[in-house]
C-alpha cells in the first residue's frame, strides 16, 4: 500500500506543475486521498460490525461505499480530480443517510456529518463555488430529510446492544479521527503560509538591498562616466580654440593629432560603455568560432592603438574540437584583455610581447593571454575586475575594461584567473563552456 501511494504522488506530480496556485490544490487532493483511504478502512471495519450484527443490507451498502471510494481515487490517478472528490462526497451522504434513517442515532452515524460537512470547504479551492454548493445543499437535504423523518436526535432514546454501542463508538472514533486529520492539514497549511511569507519577506528585503546597491552602483556609474569622459571633450574644446590662434603648419598638426587622440579616447568610453549595455540585454547566440580570425581581427582593430606596432604578437591554437559560443562576446573580452596588454606593455624590456594561447576540447575553450608588460602590483589585483578602478595612473584606460570582461564571462558562464607580478608579467586565463553539443542537436 505504501509503495502503491508513492506511486500516486509521482502520477499526482505529472499533472499538478509546481506552480504557487496548483500546488495549494496539490495538497487538497493529497488530503482528498488521505481521507478517502481512511473512509476505506472506515468501510471496512463497518463491514465486520454489520457482519457480527447480521445487518446484511447496511454490510452491503459499507461494501458499496468502500468500492465508490477505491473507484475515486482512480479518478484521481487518471487526473480527474473533481469527479473523484465528488464521487467521495456525494456518496458518503448517500451512505450515512441511508444508514441512519433505518438506524437511528444510537448508531452513531451522525458523528460522520461533521468531516463530510468541513470536507467540502477543505477539498475544493475557492474558485470551484459551484462543486461546493451542490456538495453542501446536497448534505444539508440530507441532514433536514433525517431531521423530519423517524430519524431521532435523542442520544439516549436506544438501548444500545453490544454490536450497536461498537457501531457508536466506531463512527466516534472515524469522525474524529477525520477531523483531526483536517486539523492537521490546517496546521500544516498555516505553517506553510508563514514559511512563504518569511522567504518572500527575505526576498523583499534582498532585492531591496540590490536595488540600493543597484543605485549607489549607478550613481557611481553616472558620477565617473561623465567626469570621465568630460575630460577629453574639454581637452578637445581647448586644442580646437588654441588651433584657430595659431598659424603654424606643423604645431596645428601636433594639435590635431591631440585631437584626434581626445576624440579616439572618447570613443573608447563610449564603446566601453555600449558593451555593459550589450552585455546586459542581448540574448545569448551559439555560433562556431574561428580563433584564428578572431584574434586577427581584433589586432586589425587596435592596430591605432599607441606602440600597437611595436608588441611582439604570438598565436598559438591547439585542439582540432568544434567549438560554440557567443562571438560578440568573447569578441567583447578578447578585445579588452588584448588592448589591455597593448597599453601597459613595457617598452623599457628588449621585446614587449603578447602571447595568446587557445586550447580548445569538446566541454570548453581555455584561452590564456600572456604578456610582459607593467604587471600588477599585490594590493591592485583583487580589485582590478571593479567598475572603474584603475591600478595606475600612469595610463588614462577607463577603467571599465576587467569588469566587462568578467560580468560577461559570468553571462558565459565561464571563469577568469589572473596572475601577476608587478613589473614582470601578467598571465590572464580564461574559460568558456563549448556549446557544440546544443549547437548540433538544434540541427538534427
Not at 580570425?293 to 568544434?322: H, P, R, W
Request: some cysteine; charged content about 20%.
Amino acid at each position: 500500500m505504501k509503495n502503491q501511494f508513492r506511486q500516486l504522488i509521482i502520477r499526482l506530480r505529472r499533472y499538478i506543475p509546481l506552480n504557487r496556485e496548483v500546488r495549494n490544490e496539490y495538497k487538497r487532493i493529497l488530503l482528498t486521498i488521505q481521507v478517502t483511504l481512511l473512509g476505506i478502512i472506515a468501510c471496512f471495519l463497518f463491514t465486520l460490525v454489520d457482519l457480527l450484527r447480521q445487518q446484511y443490507l447496511s454490510m452491503a451498502q459499507d461494501i458499496s461505499a468502500m468500492l465508490v471510494f477505491v473507484l475515486a481515487i482512480g479518478l484521481i490517478y487518471k487526473g480527474k480530480f473533481q469527479a473523484g472528490k465528488i464521487s467521495v462526497i456525494l456518496y458518503s451522504c448517500l451512505t450515512i443517510t441511508l444508514n441512519s434513517s433505518r438506524e437511528g442515532r444510537h448508531a452513531g452515524n451522525e458523528f460522520l456529518w461533521f468531516p463530510i460537512l468541513a470536507g467540502i470547504f477543505l477539498f475544493f479551492s475557492s474558485k470551484e463555488k459551484n462543486y461546493i454548493l451542490v456538495c453542501f445543499v446536497v448534505a444539508l437535504a440530507c441532514i433536514f430529510f433525517l431531521e423530519y423523518t423517524d430519524y431521532s436526535f435523542n442520544l439516549y432514546e436506544y438501548q444500545l446492544s453490544e454490536f450497536s454501542y461498537l457501531n457508536f463508538l466506531l463512527s466516534f472514533i472515524v469522525g474524529v479521527s477525520m477531523v483531526c486529520l483536517y486539523m492537521v492539514y490546517l496546521i500544516k497549511v498555516n505553517a506553510d503560509s508563514e514559511k512563504k511569507l518569511a522567504r518572500l519577506n527575505h526576498t523583499l528585503l534582498l532585492r531591496n538591498e540590490n536595488l540600493k546597491k543597484i543605485n549607489n552602483e549607478l550613481d557611481s556609474f553616472v558620477y565617473k562616466a561623465s567626469h570621465d569622459m568630460r575630460a577629453p571633450l574639454t581637452s578637445l574644446l581647448g586644442l580646437i580654440d588654441i588651433s584657430k590662434r595659431e598659424t603654424d603648419p606643423i604645431m596645428l598638426n601636433n594639435f590635431l593629432e591631440l585631437q584626434a587622440k581626445s576624440i579616439r579616447k572618447l570613443d573608447g568610453y563610449i564603446v566601453d560603455i555600449l558593451n555593459i549595455s550589450r552585455n546586459a540585454r542581448m540574448a545569448l547566440q551559439e555560433v562556431p568560432i574561428d580563433f584564428k580570425e578572431m584574434i586577427g581581427q581584433i589586432y586589425d582593430q587596435l592596430y591605432y592603438i599607441d606602440n600597437c606596432a611595436k608588441v611582439k604578437k604570438v598565436t598559438e591554437i591547439e585542439g582540432k574540437s568544434f567549438f560554440v559560443s557567443d562571438p560578440v562576446r568573447l569578441n567583447m573580452i578578447l578585445n579588452n584583455l588584448i588592448s589591455n596588454s597593448i597599453r601597459y606593455a613595457d617598452f623599457s624590456k628588449d621585446e614587449p610581447t603578447i602571447t595568446i594561447k587557445v586550447k580548445i576540447s569538446e566541454e570548453a575553450v581555455e584561452i590564456v593571454v600572456y604578456d610582459n608588460g607593467a604587471g600588477i602590483s599585490d594590493e591592485h589585483l583583487g580589485k582590478v575586475f571593479n567598475m572603474f578602478y584603475r591600478g595606475t595612473e600612469t595610463n588614462n584606460g577607463s577603467g571599465l575594461g576587467l569588469y566587462i570582461v568578467k560580468e560577461t564571462l559570468n553571462k558565459l558562464k565561464g571563469t577568469i584567473v589572473v596572475k601577476s607580478e608587478y613589473r614582470k608579467f601578467t598571465e590572464i586565463t580564461i574559460t568558456v563552456p563549448n556549446s557544440a553539443s546544443n549547437y548540433m542537436t538544434s540541427y538534427e
